[in-house]
């Protein structure tokens, strides 16, 4: 498509039109803070509280949401059983799921009063304004993010190598971790950098099943809502939302970076 | 799941190959049986869609029969019967498939050293560039597949098939992804393949020149079926079925036969020519020659030789084959003559040249258009 077109032009304009629109409030939180407002936050117990939170539930839900997520995909995307189309839409569910219904989703499946809520208390474990109960919404909502890419990047493996594999001599196991997920790397890691976008993110679900406790429940977006509700909370809630998105896009950068960089070989020697 | 461990045995040749199985396939039924001795290349040749790759998988454990036998030796692969199903780690194939399936990303020697669990590590890379060695291909063992030509990967892939000490060798048109330059040097390398393993050899292609260049022996595939066996140039001499003839690069013309003549049965061609045999017939028949048999004469030339089937006709192709040339004539249905390529040079042959197409009666195959008149033709 040529710039000289009347229609080259106007793509070209949309797109000005998109970025602008996409950076513009980005841009305006960093330019509304000053670095002395901004380490001034950062100073505040509330503030470093709810980032740690946030450091600490996004991993472990990320963790959880590779190891158990990353054979579920391989499964779903290799084998065909009956329902399997069931399955990927099950799994897509809680994309389109508004983050309030998950949180009463959670309730009604986890809470006190909830199907399983007797069993979990029984063993011994609490959800509800626990630590725990953020990371089970995380692992709710982040998840499907990372299966959705997982599952496409493993369907699209040459079957050959999966194949030559066995023949080589590796079972199953040794055959997905040696070759298909290093196969796989690039949609996985783009797969995980999506999920854990999203867990940084939260709202909606962590607030309604896990609450808003400082130091235990109340993550970055949590806070930047709680400050944001303070008369004089606003420049707080910038800092935060400042240091939020530096972190989402330094986690961004590097899962790229680490996805592009497939296979054993190519980056060394 | 048996408790029989071909694993354990390290007799090279220590069987031979015995397969008679069914399985149902989306279009056919896939109903084959055939044996292959130790050392011996037994080569299916059939066009695509024919089950070739199908019946490769079959024997390597990447795809369960619906019900039937592979053994090799003593041992069984698959039985249906008393259950055992050998998953493909342990059938030990060497499978060479058509793409070569190297792992990407993943440097020649430790995509040949991947299949080599059972030797200590230290060992692995020193056995690995030894066998990339013996196909010339020492000097690819630090680089990735991606960086190397089609004939390169061939040659990883090949040292790859052998380095896990395979009882079975399985090559997936092992010739068909390489350009012609490099047909001829990877024939030697598959030839070498073959000969270090010494087990039973499966090879598949679609074309008839490379099964009878890489097998001792050639099977015919049709829709699942074996359709024919033999030497290759048995094959080539007597096609049991216009199928076989057509895949076998034979010319094949229509015919009628309209008597005998002196002990020949007489051939009116379809579009004109009239042709004599030694094979009798009657009724509709298609008349197979095989291209090396024709002598091409320009047009009032005294004949050479006292062939009895002159047909002219008009040259349509000529495709050099090394130091051979096919020349292609409509006269007017299409037939292939082989000659040296410097006899096609001495006499100038291009298209649209008039020549007349010579051949003997006792070179003219007659073949019945019985039941297997194949629509794949």
Request: proline letters at 6%; glycine letters at 10%.
């Amino acid at each position: 498509m040529s710039l000289g077109s009347w229609f080259g032009r106007i793509a070209f304009l949309a797109l000005a039109v998109t970025l602008l629109f996409l950076t513009l409030p980005t841009v305006a939180i960093f330019a509304d803070t000053t670095p002395a407002q901004l380490i001034a936050a950062l100073g505040e117990p509330v503030v470093l509280d709810a980032l740690w939170l946030s450091l600490r539930t996004t991993v472990v839900a990320v963790l959880v949401i590779i190891v158990v997520g990353t054979p579920a995909a391989y499964f779903l995307a290799r084998r065909d059983f009956p329902g399997r189309s069931f399955a990927l839409t099950l799994i897509e569910l809680p994309l389109v799921m508004p983050p309030a219904v998950a949180g009463i989703a959670l309730l009604a499946a986890f809470g006190p009063q909830g199907i399983f809520g007797v069993w979990i208390s029984d063993a011994g474990i609490e959800l509800v304004l626990q630590t725990a109960g953020v990371i089970v919404a995380l692992i709710f909502v982040a998840a499907p993010f990372y299966l959705r890419q997982a599952v496409a990047a493993f369907a699209s493996l040459d079957r050959g190598r999966l194949e030559a594999s066995r023949t080589l001599g590796a079972g199953p196991f040794r055959t997905f971790v040696s070759v298909a997920v290093p196969g796989a790397r690039p949609g996985l890691s783009s797969g995980l950098a999506l999920a854990w976008g999203r867990a940084l993110g939260e709202f909606g679900a962590t607030l309604m099943f896990a609450g808003s406790l400082q130091g235990v429940t109340q993550t970055a977006p949590l806070a930047i809502f709680s400050r944001f509700s303070d008369p004089d909370g606003f420049t707080a809630a910038l800092a935060i939302s400042a240091v939020l998105i530096a972190v989402a896009a330094l986690i961004l950068l590097s899962v790229k970076l680490f996805g592009a960089d497939r296979g054993l070989d190519r980056a060394g020697s | 799941m048996s408790t029989v461990s071909p694993a354990g045995s390290d007799r090279k040749s220590d069987g031979r190959l015995e397969v008679s199985v069914l399985s149902r396939l989306r279009d056919f039924s896939f109903d084959a049986g055939f044996r292959v001795e130790p050392g011996e290349r037994l080569a299916i040749v059939g066009p695509s869609g024919a089950g070739k790759t199908t019946l490769l998988r079959l024997i390597a454990g990447l795809r369960r029969p619906d019900r039937g036998r592979i053994t090799l030796g003593p041992d069984p692969l698959f039985d249906s019967e008393k259950g055992v199903d050998l998953v493909p780690e342990r059938r030990r194939c060497g499978y060479l498939f058509q793409d070569y399936a190297l792992f990407p990303g993943m440097k020649s020697w430790r995509n040949v050293a991947y299949g080599m669990r059972s030797r200590p590590r230290a060992a692995r890379r020193r056995r690995a560039v030894e066998l990339l060695a013996r196909f010339g291909a020492d000097g690819l063992a630090g680089e990735i597949p991606e960086t190397l030509s089609g004939g390169e990967r061939q040659r990883v892939a090949l040292a790859r098939t052998l380095a896990s000490d395979p009882r079975i060798l399985l090559f997936d048109e092992p010739l068909s992804a390489l350009d012609p330059a490099t047909r001829a040097n990877s024939m030697q390398q598959l030839d070498l393949a073959l000969s270090e393993s010494g087990g039973p050899a499966v090879i598949v292609t679609h074309s008839f020149d490379e099964a009878a260049v890489l097998g001792d022996r050639i099977a015919v595939l049709d829709r699942g079926e074996i359709v024919q066996t033999g030497s290759p140039a048995d094959i080539s001499a007597r096609p049991e079925s216009r199928f076989v003839a057509d895949l076998t690069g034979a010319a094949v013309i229509e015919g009628e036969v309209t008597g005998t003549e002196r002990g020949l049965t007489v051939v009116a061609a379809d579009g004109g020519g009239t042709l004599r045999s030694v094979d009798r017939a009657s009724g509709r028949v298609a008349v197979s020659v095989f291209p090396w048999e024709i002598s091409l004469e320009m047009p009032g030339e005294t004949p050479r030789d006292s062939a009895l089937n002159r047909l002219a006709g008009k040259v349509r192709s000529v495709t050099p084959i090394g130091n051979r040339a096919r020349v292609g004539l409509v006269i007017p249905q299409p037939v292939t003559a082989e000659i040296t390529a410097r006899s096609a040079e001495a006499m100038g042959i291009c298209p649209g040249m008039d020549l007349t197409a010579a051949w003997k009666a006792t070179a003219t195959r007659l073949i019945a258009r019985g039941p297997h008149n194949s629509e794949q033709s």
